[in-house]
């Protein structure tokens, strides 16, 4: 009893009861908020390796943004992170933040198919594979199931064969060696099955976008039905998108 009294003071409580309104550490990024200060265009647009940062007026796409932070280091008054980390959104444009953009990042209700809410409300079983990540995106996914924050209750779990899942979990850039193990994966998953893109590297190829060694024709053939943005991303990021997608709607 005494040893786990001398945990619980150490470490706090691992346990999150509500992980819609749980808080981060504030060196967490989250959702980028641009203000309406004039910067130099061409300092802005070429700062940005992945090109996640575009002018007239000024946006950052989270698709392509590596989360590195140097945007706001370099420009502090132009743009800041938020610690919000609800980020998922089942529409591509959604991920780009404009000037003056405060909104709240959330699914669109009309852009999801009528079969998701109406199978799997109660119960999601996905299937990860990681399609040359590099191992983050991949942790983040394992930490949802732990103790701190516990996808299971939910009734969201990962599974070890398509055959048992519902739907695909993408983490990395897609390289060509995994581009066909991706595809027989996806193909093993009964209808209907849905398809979640987790972290830069899935949605857009991040740093390793224009390399020579990806193929992501995979993304040109399905239609995607979340994207969570993050480098890597947040279990809560993940989460919350994920429910925000399934849940019931009258």
Sequence with gaps: MLDNLKILFHQGKQYIPDVTTAAVPGIFRGRPVISAE???ETDWTELCPTGALSASPACIDLGKCTFCGECARVFPGKIQFTTDYKMAVN?????IIREGDDRVMQVNPGQIRKEISAFFSGSLKLRQVSAGGD??????????GNVNFDMGRFGIEFVASPRH???IVITGPITENMAEPLQICYDAIPEPKIIILAGTDA???GIFASGPALNRGFLNRYTVDLYVPGNPIHPLSFINGVLDLIRKRS
């Design 38 to 40: 004039t910067v130099s």
């Design 135 to 144: 191992n983050s995106c991949e942790m983040e996914l394992n930490a949802c």
């Design 165 to 167: 899942a519902d739907g």
């Design 91 to 95: 529409e591509r444009n959604a991920l």
């Design 203 to 205: 949605i857009s190829g």
